[in-house]
């Protein structure tokens, strides 16, 4: 293109009152007419006061663009010469497919791995994350945002460079420390600062632990049913996994599963998700002897264990392994809220520098001063009486809930799992399609999840609905449920009949 040719064909798009910057405009129309083969190799384009005269614009503007398709290898340019179309055909890869034959082969080829295929198909994260009954979630209502503000106005108003910073390995050293006594006293946790490593969440502590413990089609064995977060981190990661049936006492594994010695053994002992059950002290002492005997790495997850209403909350299995198998996890999105994000993983002695640099390696941590306003927030106590005072306020939406359930329902549908937690599981009888039953209620503004969504063998599935109360507050819980239970019975096609609130 001429100086006018090329002229006539901008100002044919050039749209000045657009708000997009000329310069911006101009660049793009060139380099576009560039890539299309519009302005062909060699051909010279004008003089920046010939382009910009033509254009009515200043000569600065045209300059401007010149410079910028120079810089990305669009033009080239010599002193006296003028400015000329670069080569910009892409090089010939050797052994290329044909064109026509690459199109094809595209069309076939999915865009997901099949790790990322089955990663989404497993998906268990939800679209809504508020509202009654959703499991898992605290009431962040609660939380004293007051006190939290003011720590965190205190530490920000002094300059803290080494806070702004990428985290060391392990996570901030104060908060470490003060995380280690706290999980001495209150989970039973034998620890020292150096074991205790921060991560974002169980997520990020499962996923550590797996790719520095175990290889791609390593097992794994998970509870049956299981917790769909764990169970997809380590599915993600290329581990086969082998899910353990449960009974009252908790993972069950029988004498075919012990045959064969899986890397990892991923557990929730002291509050079984989602069933809840507590697993026993002889189910405990079996399973840390096994784990000895075969070099196998046993993952605590402890994700609630806190919230516990029928007694003092249990021992953490960690504390009773003396052959140091176990990487216990846990995180405060339960006791505190979920977009803290701030969660630990204590890693045997032997394991804790590799822990630490593993963790600065893979993900360099940041949110020092997050972690900054934590360590004041459990050193001055507020994490401990926090924890308290939501424990009593759980416990009386735990009981209402039930007394709700047994008016509705009697004995047809049994309450499990209610002892601890943020949660309760409300059996469906055998035929009931729970996953029809979810759907239900979400249409009356309800959500629930299926529990047999957790379940990895269809033919081991059990029907029934995970409620959360947590999040849902006294005066909400009655209402809530009332849609909950009409939902449930119309998908059951049918009325239970109630029992009178005054009968025993």
């Keep these: 293109m001429r100086s006018l040719i090329l002229a006539d064909w901008l100002l044919q798009y050039l749209e000045k009152g657009s708000g997009e910057p000329i310069t911006r405009q101009i660049y793009r129309l060139v380099q576009a007419a560039i890539l299309a083969g519009r302005l062909a190799t060699g051909a010279k384009l004008p003089s920046s006061r010939a382009l910009a005269k033509e254009l009515g614009v200043a000569r600065n503007t045209i300059v401007e663009v010149y410079d910028q398709l120079l810089a990305e290898g669009y033009v080239e340019s010599s002193a006296g010469s003028g400015t000329y179309i670069a080569d910009t055909t892409p090089d010939h890869i050797e052994g290329a497919i ?135 981190v380590l599915c993600s990661l290329g581990l086969t996994l082998i899910p353990i049936p449960l009974d009252e006492e908790g993972l069950n594994p029988k004498a075919a599963d ?164 943020l949660h309760l599981v409300l059996e469906l009888p055998a035929d009931a399609d729970d996953r029809q039953v979810t759907a239900e209620a979400l249409s009356r503004g309800i959500i629930v999840r299926p529990l047999t969504s957790y379940y990895s063998q269809a033919n081991a599935a059990h029907p029934g609905l995970l409620l959360g109360y947590g999040c849902v507050t006294t005066e909400q819980i009655c209402p809530a449920f009332e849609r909950l239970a009409s939902a449930i019975e119309t998908s059951l096609g049918c009325t239970i009949p109630r029992i009178s609130a005054n009968r025993s």
């Design 98 to 232: 044909p064109r026509g034959d690459a199109d094809l082969v595209k069309e076939e080829r999915k865009p997901l791995s099949i790790r990322g295929e089955m990663l989404i198909r497993m998906a268990g994260v939800g679209q809504y994350q508020w509202g009654a009954f959703m499991p898992g979630l605290p009431d962040i209502s609660e939380f004293p945002i007051k006190i939290w503000n003011r720590i965190q106005g205190r530490i920000w108003s002094q300059p803290r460079p080494r806070l702004m910073t990428y985290a060391p390995g392990g996570g901030y050293r104060p908060l470490r420390r003060a995380l280690a006594e706290y999980l001495r006293v209150a989970r039973s946790v034998n620890c020292s600062p150096e074991q205790v490593i921060v991560t974002t969440g169980i997520h990020q502590s499962i996923d550590l632990a797996a790719r520095l413990l175990s290889d791609p089609k390593d097992c794994a064995w998970i509870e049956e049913p299981c917790y769909w977060g764990a169970k997809n």
């Design 258 to 421: 012990l045959e064969t010695p899986p890397r990892l053994i991923f557990v929730t002992p002291s509050h079984q998700y989602p069933l809840g059950m507590v697993m026993s002290l002889a189910r405990r002492r079996m399973l840390l002897d096994y784990a000895h005997q075969h070099h196998c790495w046993i993952i605590e997850d402890d994700y609630d264990s806190e919230f516990r209403y029928a007694s003092r909350p249990l021992a953490s299995l960690q504390g009773l392994d003396t052959a140091e198998r176990v990487i216990y996890v846990g995180s405060f999105s339960k006791t505190l809220f979920p977009g803290l994000r701030v969660g630990y993983l204590v890693a045997p002695p032997e394991l804790a520098e590799s822990f630490a640099r593993g963790t600065a390696e893979l993900y360099r941590e940041g949110q020092l001063m997050q972690q900054a306003i934590l360590t004041e927030f459990i050193d001055e106590g507020y994490l401990n009486s926090h924890i308290r005072r939501m424990r009593m306020l759980y416990g009386e939406r735990r009981s209402l809930l039930i007394k709700k359930i047994s008016e509705r329902f009697r004995e047809r549908m049994p309450v499990v799992g209610d002892n601890a937690g």
